[in-house]
């Protein structure tokens, strides 16, 4: 029982402990205010008990009702702030980084485009440009956290028509300092601002577009009558500079000299002709003219050329060379560059004649090796220059020498035989002399050489003279009784079986022994045992015998008169 009445009495103070607090917080409670960091887990005791489900915004609400006896007395409210953490990096604007185009007229500090980009976290964020970039130098970041850009020097359209820019977004105010980057494109859109130029264009130096306008050169004769002249570099032709724009043009001739209305213009191409023939010779050679071209759409901007207009003497001769075949001779050395030079050691010059001129020198000839060589050039006065530390000893290279007329394209070609000397050698001195026959003999004894080579030369044609003054003598008359005699035909020529009645003149003696024909080279004899011969007619000197054999004595021929002849003569006389 006891223990029942300590139950009871445990039960009723139970009771009135809780309707004291109960009372106790519904008269005196106020708000609560508590935090908690984001991405903090579910169920994390802060004051009160947290109820599973995701956070809303960056502050908790929640309410407390206090009751008494069903009956509401106070009501709080607890306010639960969530603390941020750093967990996002900047993101651009798609809208703000997307392709653009300026003019390359804009103004320099002029604002081109504005980039932004957001932070889920809500850092603030700054903008930079990386320096590193090729164009980042035409940019800059007018303030920090603005993300206003800048154009910080001259766009030129002509020389670059795309830019690329590359553009950080970073947290200004957090640690970690976390980024982000793109890269911008930016397009130059062109803009009237350069003047025509004539064609072909010259810089003035390298990497700036502005033109030298070219000199127009034409050549013409006193027979020219009209049509379109040719010029060179080219035709006459201009563009706009500004090369996106290309604005029509107009070409004018602002001056012309005295050519009293010899020339017009096309003023849409540009095309110049000749009116009429120049046939006054007394009329000056040269005409000069001044050709202007401007925009059609502003006259302001324009460009002016010479024109050159040369009047010529009827071409009637092309030019040659003297010869076809040309000698030279360089030695080998190592001299980065010597001179060809020709027989004598002379420089060799390979010049063109052309009649057209007095001294036969025409000054627009150029000169050129075809094909080009990497060892040999030919300079306009046609001296060839040789490469000589890249030749080699005994060496032989065959060039061709191009001459070409400037004015009238007529050519001329010829050919250089080039022999490489070792180191020491001396150039010959001629085509042909000594010097190639005996080489390095002494000139002393290369004189007596030759001279006792004539002695011997001359003895030889003198002998064969002798001989065939000889033979000549020996020969009879073909036609006289003699040859008959022998057994030939009267026709029969006197190579083989005649002696000349002027080669020889004769005459009988008589003795009791012997008869006896005197000649100028000798005595011609018969034995007397045979019979006599017949006289001898006033036509024939020619002595026969019926036997057929015929002796001789001679001075230079010795031979007994029991003997044929032998030798040479025997040739002749035997039958």
Known sequence: MLQ????????????????????????????????????????????????????????????????????????????????????????????????????????????????????????IISYIIDESAGDAAFFRVDLPNSGDVVLNKPLDYESRTQLQVTIWAQEANT????????????????????????????????????????????????????????????????????????????????????DRGRFVINNRTGELRLTRAVNDRRLETNFTLSIMVYQEDDR?????????????????????FNRTTFKGFIIQSSSPASIVSTYGNQVLQIQVLDRDFPDGLNPNIHYSLHPPSGLYQVTQGGVLIARTDRLHAFDRHILQVVARDEESGEEASASVDIEVLQRGQTVPRGAFTEQQLFGDVDSRLAGGIAAMM????????????????????????????????????????????????????????????????????????????????????????????????????????????NRPIRGPVQDHLSI
């Open 4 to 123: 029942g009445c300590r139950l009871l009495l445990w039960q009723v103070a139970l009771r009135l402990s809780y309707h004291v607090v109960t009372a106790s917080l519904c008269l005196g409670g106020s708000d609560i205010f508590a935090s908690v960091r984001e991405n903090s887990p579910t169920g994390q005791f802060i004051w009160a008990f947290i109820s599973p489900g995701p956070v809303q915004g960056s502050v908790l609400i929640a309410e407390l009702t206090c009751y008494e006896d069903d009956v509401i007395q106070t009501q709080y409210r607890i306010l639960v702030e969530i603390v941020n953490e750093n967990d996002n990096t900047p993101n651009f604007l798609k809208e703000t980084i997307q392709p653009f185009t300026i003019s390359e007229l804009t103004g320099v500090n002029s604002v081109v485009f504005t980039v932004k980009a957001i932070d889920a976290d809500g850092d």
């Open 175 to 258: 640690a970690e300092k976390f980024n982000t980057s793109t890269v911008l494109i930016v397009n130059i859109e062109d803009g009237d601002d350069q003047y025509p130029h004539f064609l072909p264009c010259t810089p003035v130096s390298p990497g700036v577009p502005v033109c030298m306008n070219p000199t127009y050169t034409a050549n013409i004769t006193h027979k020219h009558q009209d049509g379109v002249m040719e010029f060179s570099p080219g035709p006459i032709r201009a563009e706009d500079g500004d090369r996106g724009i290309n604005t029509s043009l107009i070409y004018n001739i602002l001056s012309a000299g005295d």
């Open 300 to 320: 302001l901007k324009y460009s002016v050329a010479s024109v050159l207009i040369r009047v010529l003497s009827e071409n009637a001769f092309p030019p040659v």
């Open 454 to 561: 004539v002695l011997l030369f001359l003895s030889a044609l003198l002998l064969v003279l002798l001989r065939t003054v000889r033979r000549r003598r020996l020969q009879p008359n073909s036609g006289d009784p003699a040859t008959v005699a022998l057994g030939k035909h009267p026709n029969v020529g006197s190579d083989e079986s005649s002696f000349s009645n002027r080669a020889f003149s004769h005459h009988y003696e008589s003795s009791s022994q012997s008869q006896s024909l005197h000649g100028r080279q000798g005595v011609y004899t018969r034995k007397h045992s045979l019979p006599p011969l017949p006289p001898p007619s006033s036509s024939s000197n020619i002595i026969s015998h019926p036997t057929g054999r015929l002796t001789f004595h001679s001075d230079l021929f010795p031979v007994s008169e």
